[in-house]
């Protein structure tokens, strides 16, 4: 075996075990939520495209920092499925079906949702700090973000990936995502490459708070194994 392939396999050799048998055995059926949130998307961008259904499509999933934080928080769950205008439809569907489909084999379909709404709305509130602290801030935004409709799955992709990393300890392909996010700021600085950032520390925190309770319950389970003490 090659230094690339053993590479590879240990890389990616626990995700490639974990999706294999699933998709092998039922296919699309293993994936249950991944397509339907494909769906779900391509419904979402034929409706949107429509003059009846622009104003519709806005309503129930677009997010704005400039939008009352309840109305924000109804809209974010909704808005992980619209696709954004100025990019391709394929692209977003591509993005649910991969890296969903991979995070709900791996995690079960409601830990994947969850997550992603987690790195979805850690972009939406990120978006209002970073308003408030204004653009002379390095971790600011102009106030003209906060008109900018803030819709798509790419959040919750980078976060999945991140975290599916994590859990399968594919560090340098979590590595690579987390570079990739960082080179868009640095070479495109705008409202959503900053926002990905902010999905990516939110499951970083997530990760790291995981980290530490299974060293934890290590800790108890060897503290619990040892033999008891001998009495005399």
């Known amino acids: 075996m090659t230094t690339l392939a053993r590479w590879a396999r240990a890389e990616w050799g626990a995700l490639y075990a974990a999706v294999r048998g699933p ?11 991944a397509v ?15 003059s009846w259904g622009f104003q519709l ?25 619209v696709p954004a205008l100025d990019l391709p439809v394929w692209g977003a569907l591509a993005q649910i079906l991969l890296v969903f489909g991979v995070a709900e084999l791996c995690l079960g379909w409601w ?33 003209s973000d906060r008109w900018v409709v803030d819709t798509g799955p790419s959040a919750a992709v980078v976060g999945l990936a991140v975290f599916l990393g994590w859990r ?5 392909t979590a590595s690579v995502v987390i570079a990739a996010m960082v080179v868009e700021v640095v070479l495109k600085e705008n409202l ?18 995981g980290e530490l309770r299974q060293r934890r319950s290590r800790d108890r389970a060897g503290s ?4 008891p003490p001998i009495q005399s």
């Open 23 to 33: 998709l092998a055995e039922r296919r699309w059926r293993a994936v249950p939520m």
């Open 36 to 50: 339907t949130a494909a769906c779900l998307t391509a419904v979402l961008h034929v409706v949107h495209q429509q």
């Open 57 to 81: 499509v806005q309503d129930l999933g677009g997010v704005r920092a400039g939008d009352p934080v309840w109305s924000a928080l109804l809209r974010t769950p909704l808005s992980l499925f």
């Open 111 to 143: 830990r994947t949702l969850a997550l992603a709404y987690a790195a979805t709305l850690a972009g939406t509130l990120y978006a209002r700090l970073g308003i408030w602290l204004g653009p002379d801030s390095p971790l600011g935004l102009p106030a």
């Open 168 to 172: 399968l300890r594919a560090c340098v």
């Open 192 to 209: 959503a490459g900053k926002e990905h950032l902010a999905a990516i520390v939110a499951v970083l925190a997530l990760c790291a708070a």
């Open 224 to 227: 619990g194994s040892g033999a």
